[in-house]
């Protein structure tokens, strides 16, 4: 065995030291690989997805009344796979009962908005191959499974089709996801033969092209698709392109906190393991004198220490990766159920570079020590004791021993200046580790914030909705859509019978009506609203909501869209008419991609009666002590021969708020905990060189709970410094990344949604600091106190 | 008879699996005494004023001092033994480097939550009567050896201790500093102090205590009383 050998191995006696920087380098690696792996899965989720699935380039929809399933299948000629053709039919699903074990608060009877059912034999196929992510497929009758995170179902629900032919309750017995999302529920082919009429409902086809990278590639298929089918058979089709739209802003909003948490994450890292092994160097420097004085060179010295200290990184390290990929399980699962693709795993090059960094880091950083440590003059290292300096701290030992404070207190809050540069780098890590929760806690509050901001476009506790076209399949012969007059007749109808209703505290109702709208192409969601909105209207960024006509209030990717401003004027076409009105409010929405518009009623009376109002919804707020579930059972004995309904109103938890709420959690929890090491490493090294010190201390009467005391004073001042530090840092950093996260979300925030930080939140933010730094140093304090008074006192 | 102020009672101390550092030692001390604990280096000299001082606990038998069975007590007890009756002087002075010589000589009474005006008064007192006043606001670097046990001497008689326990006080000095050293001992038992000190040094042996103990291989050899010694006397 070499000498260089023994003097490592012999490092590994060291155990508290080395215990800590296993660890320390475990919880350093396993953020750093979880940030890098996530940040690295949130790249390019859609396309993985999409390809393990064999995505459908295009879905399309086809008029069953108007095409035969043999006519629809030809239309897959030019294509390099398809599927289909599938029934469809869309109805509206109610809640039946519940068999899920989660016991989720949807109430039974609630009735939700349409849902699009796909008839299919399995979940495998040329294209779309659907992941079942629980249960399993629908293989009888009374059978659906329900697209994962769609809707509020679980295996074991029942679920009722009251719009169906029968009014048919199916049993979910699975979950599963479609990366194209080519549907919310599948059920067999017979099962969804029974619940549409022969002519009514629809077809679907999915088409996968060889060339299919451009918007305009996939409008040439399109045009070549419905082409070949009876003119308006399609009646629509779907473009991946704009389903990967979607979920990649959806992932891209997680970037900025990921990043911010990775970066923090590596910065402790490098703190940490610098700390460590510069304090394992330092305490061992007579140690040092003694190798040289036997014979040892310098770079012999050097190689050793540098060994020592990656020996337990070594340990530490590979126990992080392994955690980093664990941890990464449940927070991967939420990511992917945000992102609506298959489960994702951490990339394996991660798991192979990351840890090679970080071990890179520990030697680079061992090395500025071990490198000293080499050039040690031997009788200097010889002479060092293993306590401090001499006259470090002296000023502010006798500055704090006047104050009214007992001894152990003022000997403790003065042990910082005793090594300073070590205090800083400390104070360093614990203000990181404030930091991180600072901005975990800031992010978390926004989010809620900005959840609740967005379910304000669903105001009121009850939703009536009341159809005001058509009915849904196609038209009877002869039939007429019904005239403006004839639906204001119905509206006016159901907005009487919901007022007249005990416990109706007070409505508005809101409709939608497609239009164009100056400066963008197409047709934009204009959303009107009849009443008094004041106690339902949007968040607001900037500007304000509506008070009169003539008066829009617009999305922020509208204006990014339009290039208009809060003042500009926008002009509404439709029935060949055309109003203008100014915009006065940039409001929180981010439906539609932010095409919406909205408006009141009577701004729109320029365009006349030829404007088609769909989705007519009256918000209800029900007076005190009303219950929601008893009104509408209610209401909707009433409502039903107005061919209208009502639901309970269920507020939205959106995944993707799940999902950062975990991921900025975990973070969180690895970051503070990295820091606690730190402050332990570092009570580790200063109680171990005052050990001499403490045996006086308790010679003299030092009680235990005087040690304790003493060592948890020593990093008062730096976890209070640190949380001075830390807490600002994390707030500014939390104002830089939020908005970033809207801007990719395509919104602007609220100002109150930024700025979440009052004096009740920063206050226990500030202490934060405190509490890492005491949870760190309670471990060293109850080993201080336990120590022999006669062990401690022949210690050098 | 009176109680005496130590009793150590068939007294067994055994570190691992080496011999015993004491082995059956039975010793009394009585209050206004200053003895002296002779012996070679392994002898179990530090090992009985340890023990005495609460500072180690022995294998079997029991220690009683001023009253109170040491061998018993847990940490906290025993910290506020040491604070409310010993008072320890060791032979490389123990003193913290950082804390000058007036708050080395506080600490004492700081961690007995002595009122800070009473505890001043008297490390003032202290350091007056020890002749190191004028370095009260000097670091115990920069005090000669003999200064500095004088300092620690202050420091040990801070709570006014029923027992002063010195362990080699004269090891680490010089002739003349060691001179002092044994002058100082010798004037505060003459004050009524009761002293137990461990030393190699049988001059201050002779000229301190009123009783030599001798230990060899952890058992009472000889125990003498000194006929000629100085009177006990006085207050503390």
């Not at chain 1, 420097?285 to 003694?290: A, C, K, L, N, S």
Request: proline share 5%.
């Amino acid at each position: 065995m070499s000498g260089v050998g023994r003097i490592v191995r012999a490092g590994g006696r060291r155990r508290v030291q080395s215990v800590v920087m296993a660890l320390t380098t475990l919880l350093a690696v396993t953020a750093s690989v979880l940030a890098a792996g996530l940040l690295v899965a949130s790249q390019a989720p859609f396309d993985k997805g999409f390809a393990k699935q064999q995505g459908a380039h295009l879905t399309a929809a086809f008029d069953a009344a108007l095409v035969t399933p043999d006519a629809v299948a030809a239309t897959a000629a030019g294509s390099a796979a398809s599927a289909g053709p599938f029934r469809t039919v869309s109805l509206r699903p109610t809640t039946a009962s519940s068999g899920g074990s989660s016991g989720r608060p949807i109430p039974e009877g609630v009735t939700l908005p349409p849902a699009a059912l796909v008839g299919r034999a399995d979940a495998a196929g040329p294209v779309d191959r659907l992941d079942l992510t629980a249960g399993r497929w629908a293989t009888a009758t009374g059978e659906i499974v329900w697209a994962a995170g769609q809707g509020p179902f679980e295996v074991g629900d029942r679920i009722t089709f009251a719009d169906a032919p029968g009014r048919p309750t199916l049993t979910v017995v699975g979950l599963a996801r479609s990366v194209s999302g080519t549907a919310e529920a599948w059920t067999t082919p017979q099962q969804l033969a029974a619940m549409v009429a022969e002519k009514a409902g629809g077809y679907q086809m999915l088409y996968r092209f060889t060339d299919a990278a451009t918007e305009a590639q996939l409008t040439a298929h399109r045009t070549a698709i419905a082409g070949a089918v009876p003119a308006d058979a399609m009646t629509g089709a779907t473009s991946y392109l704009t389903v990967k739209h979607t979920a990649e802003r959806t992932a891209a909003t997680f970037v900025p906190f990921v990043v911010a948490f990775g970066v923090l994450g590596l910065c402790m890292s490098v703190l940490i393991i610098g700390v460590v092994v510069s304090g394992s160097v330092g305490a061992a420097t007579r140690r040092i004198g003694i190798l040289k004085a036997v014979g040892f060179t310098p770079a012999q010295v050097t190689r050793a220490y540098v060994g020592q200290a990656l020996i337990p990184a070594v340990v530490g390290t590979v126990l992080g990766v392994v955690l980093g990929n664990l941890a990464a399980v449940p927070v991967l699962h939420e990511q992917s159920e945000a992102f609506g693709t298959a489960p994702m795993t951490i990339e394996p090059w991660v798991s192979v570079v990351v840890p090679l960094a970080a071990l890179a880091a520990v030697a680079a950083t061992a090395f500025v020590p071990a490198l000293r440590a080499g050039r040690l003059h031997t009788v200097g290292a010889l002479s060092v004791g293993r306590t401090p300096v001499a006259g470090r701290g002296r000023t502010a030992r006798r500055l704090l021993g006047r104050l009214p404070l007992p001894r152990p207190v003022s000997l403790g809050l003065a042990n910082p200046f005793t090594s300073p540069s070590r205090s800083a780098t400390i104070v360093a890590a614990v203000a990181l580790g404030a930091l991180g929760v600072t901005f975990g806690v800031g992010l978390a509050t926004s989010l809620a914030d900005i959840q609740e901001g967005l379910n304000r476009r669903d105001a009121g506790a009850v939703v009536v909705h009341a159809r005001m076209g058509p009915p849904p399949g196609p038209a009877a012969p002869g039939q007429e859509p019904p005239t403006a007059a004839e639906r204001a007749a119905t509206a006016a109808k159901v907005t009487a019978a919901v007022q007249a209703q005990p416990g109706t505290r007070r409505t508005f109702s809101t409709a939608e009506v497609e239009l164009s709208v100056s400066g963008l192409a197409g047709a934009t969601s204009v959303v009107v609203f009849d009443g008094d909105a004041s106690w339902g209207s949007y968040e607001m960024i900037s500007g304000r909501w509506f008070d009169g006509p003539g008066q829009v209030v617009v999305p922020t990717a509208f204006l990014r869209a339009t290039g208009l401003r809060l003042g500009d004027t926008v002009t509404l076409s439709g029935t060949g008419r055309s109003v203008k009105a100014r915009i006065v409010g940039e409001s929180l929405d981010l439906s539609q991609d932010g095409r919406v518009v909205v408006t009141d009623a009577v701004t729109l009376a320029g365009l006349g009666d030829g404007v088609e109002l769909r989705g007519f919804e009256l918000h209800v707020d029900l007076a005190a002590g009303v219950t929601a579930k008893s009104y509408v059972d209610d209401l909707n004995a009433v409502l039903e021969p107005l061919g209208a309904g009502a639901e309970v109103n269920v507020a939205d938890i959106s995944s993707t708020v799940v999902a950062m709420d975990t991921l900025a959690a975990t973070l969180t929890v690895l970051l503070v905990v990295v820091a606690g090491m730190g402050v332990l490493n570092t009570v580790v090294l200063d109680t171990r060189e005052r050990v001499h010190d403490l045996g006086v201390f308790k010679a003299l009467g030092m009680s235990p709970r005087q040690t304790v005391a003493m060592v948890l004073t020593s990093v008062a001042g730096t976890g209070l410094l640190a949380g001075a530090i830390g807490v600002p840092a994390g707030i500014l950093l939390h104002h830089a990344v939020l908005p970033a996260m809207g801007r990719a979300a395509g919104t602007g925030l609220p100002p109150g949604y930024i700025a979440v930080f009052d004096l009740p939140m920063v206050l226990p933010l500030v202490l934060g600091g405190l509490v890492i730094a005491g949870c760190g140093a309670l471990l060293p304090a109850g080993w201080a106190a336990r120590i022999r008074t006669a062990t401690a006192l022949r210690t050098e | 008879m009176t109680a005496p102020l130590i009793q150590i009672s068939d007294v067994s101390k055994r570190y691992d699996d080496g011999p015993p550092a004491l082995a059956g030692l039975t010793l009394r001390i009585d209050a206004g005494e200053a003895v002296a604990v002779l012996g070679a280096s392994g002898s179990g000299k530090s090992t009985l004023l340890n023990l005495i001082a609460g500072l180690d606990r022995p294998t079997s038998g029991s220690v009683t001092v001023d009253g109170v069975r040491v061998d018993g007590l847990g940490e906290a007890a025993s910290a506020k033994y040491r604070r409310a009756r010993i008072g320890m002087v060791f032979q490389f002075f123990n003193l913290v480097d950082d804390l000058t010589v007036h708050d080395n000589v506080l600490l004492p009474a700081q961690l007995a939550g002595v009122p800070r005006g009473e505890a001043t008064a008297r490390a003032g007192e202290l350091l007056e009567r020890l002749g190191v006043q004028r370095h009260a606001r000097a670091f115990p670097g920069r005090l000669s050896g003999g200064e500095r046990q004088r300092v620690a001497v202050a420091r040990a008689l801070m709570n006014r201790p029923s027992l002063l326990l010195a362990d080699e006080p004269t090891g680490a000095l010089d002739t003349a500093s060691g001179r002092e050293v044994r002058d100082l001992l010798t004037a505060l038992h003459r004050d009524g102090q009761t002293v137990v000190l461990v030393t190699h040094d049988t001059t201050l042996a002779q000229e301190c205590a009123t009783r030599t103990v001798e230990l060899v291989d952890g058992r009472l050899s000889r125990d003498v009383r000194h006929a000629g010694a100085h009177a006990a006397g006085g207050a503390r």
